[in-house]
């Protein structure tokens, strides 16, 4: 029995700041004309058109929440600010995927939810369950410290726990406030890093519940990870002592675009299918760069990965949550079914793949003759993929 990505809710913080507004801010803080005329060059090319932040302090008149006296705040500082916003993100937009699936808590089985960004505990899962009203036994998972590609890893849970269990309703909660990381200085890995990343929170509600009438869903297909060792020192993720430090070069799209079609073709085998018989991409916007590599080495059309460009300007990256923002759009503008094959990459360097089926809410023939075709991968004896 297939499990279905029934609902998928977003939610940003209410600070939005223009990416030109950004690049200017940022000059002033460094302060030099060096590192000035390189972050107006990256924040130019970046794609991005703007992004959200929990934080105010990039708003003129307003006072600074964690870059105010000092612009290199400590770690413990940005960890506070992170408990103080995430709490109430991750349950509000919990709430909101709940109710567009049509769950009532009280069905929810298992809560499982992503961050990289900050850690506390009691943590978000347990506040999850106790502001919506879920059962005390709901299961909880939290994966932490993942990067870009944990939803990847949640939504393969979440399906291998609704074949385990048929009755399952998996919440899949991924939140990141990447701005609290925000590191002013003129190290080029932080230039580029301060130029793609925001604060954004997804949530996915998975069952193997037939969909509702009258509601576009995603049947989830199956999953394959990948991983390009060579590339495993150009992007990395470490706690320091003033915030997060990411090392993020400007090999990674290269990398990635050398070992995407490999990956994609490895998951795409499993149910002998090729790549001109999938109609849509959902590919992580992890900046301007990584979509043109892949799309030069998937051969794919402008049209094709659309979502992902949108998602890129209206948001930037939001690591975790992206991907979600990019499946939710897609859930939103298209009307015909067909084939979806998802990806993201992080430290590793990972790269992670689903196949997806959407499965559109206007076409009730056509939803049922897609379902009737639909491709099954086989499984192992645990419901792992094989």
């Known amino acids: 029995m297939p499990a279905y990505i029934h609902a998928i809710e977003t939610l940003v913080p209410p600070h939005c700041y223009s990416q030109s507004f950004a690049a200017e801010q940022m000059t002033e803080w460094l302060g030099n004309l060096r590192a000035a005329r390189m ?4 924040y130019r090319r970046s794609g991005i058109a703007q992004r959200y932040s929990v934080l105010p302090d990039f708003q003129p008149g307003q006072a600074a929440r964690l870059f105010g006296e000092t612009l290199q705040p400590g770690t413990r500082e940005r960890n506070r600010c992170y408990i103080e916003s995430a709490g109430p993100m ?8 709940l109710a567009a699936a049509g769950v009532a808590p009280a069905d929810v089985t ?11 505990n009691p943590g978000p899962d347990c506040q999850i369950v106790t502001a919506l009203g879920l059962a005390d036994s709901t299961e909880r998972y939290h994966l932490g410290f993942m990067g870009c590609y944990g939803a990847f890893p949640a939504l393969r849970m979440a399906d291998q726990f609704c074949r385990a269990r048929p009755e399952a309703v998996v919440l899949v909660v991924c939140l990141e406030l990447c701005s609290l990381h925000l590191q002013i200085r003129d190290d080029p890995n932080a230039l580029l890093a301060n130029a793609l990343f925001a604060d954004g929170a997804a949530a996915a509600v998975v069952s193997a519940r037939p969909p509702a009438p009258g509601r576009a869903v995603f049947e989830v297909v199956g999953f394959h990870s990948g991983l390009a060792p060579a590339g495993a020192k150009e992007m990395t993720w470490e706690i320091g002592n003033q915030g997060f430090d990411i090392t993020l070069s400007s090999y990674v799209p290269g990398i990635i675009g050398l070992n995407v079609a490999a990956l994609v073709d490895d998951l795409l085998v499993r149910g002998n299918l090729d790549r001109t018989e999938i109609a849509r991409w959902a590919i992580h916007p992890g900046g301007k760069a990584i979509l043109d590599k892949v799309t030069l ?10 979502a992902a460009r949108e998602v890129l ?3 930037g990256n939001m690591s975790s949550a992206t991907i979600l923002f990019v ?14 094959c998802a990806m993201a990459f992080g430290p590793g360097l990972v790269l992670e793949t689903a196949l997806l089926a959407l499965v559109p809410a206007s076409t009730p023939q056509a939803r049922e003759e897609f379902l ?4 099954e991968f086989p499984v192992g004896k645990n419901g792992d993929d094989v």
Not at 372 to 375: M, S
């Open 110 to 120: 298992h809560v499982v939810t992503v961050s990289c960004t900050g850690f506390y």
């Open 297 to 306: 080495a998937l051969g794919l059309e402008p049209a094709q990965v659309a």
């Open 39 to 42: 972050v107006r060059q990256i």
């Open 327 to 340: 499946l939710r759009r897609l859930l939103e503008t298209e009307s015909e079914p067909g084939r979806v």
């Open 313 to 315: 300007r209206d948001y």
């Open 372 to 375: 009737v075709d639909a491709v």
């Open 90 to 97: 991750f349950v509000e937009v919990a709430r909101r995927a």
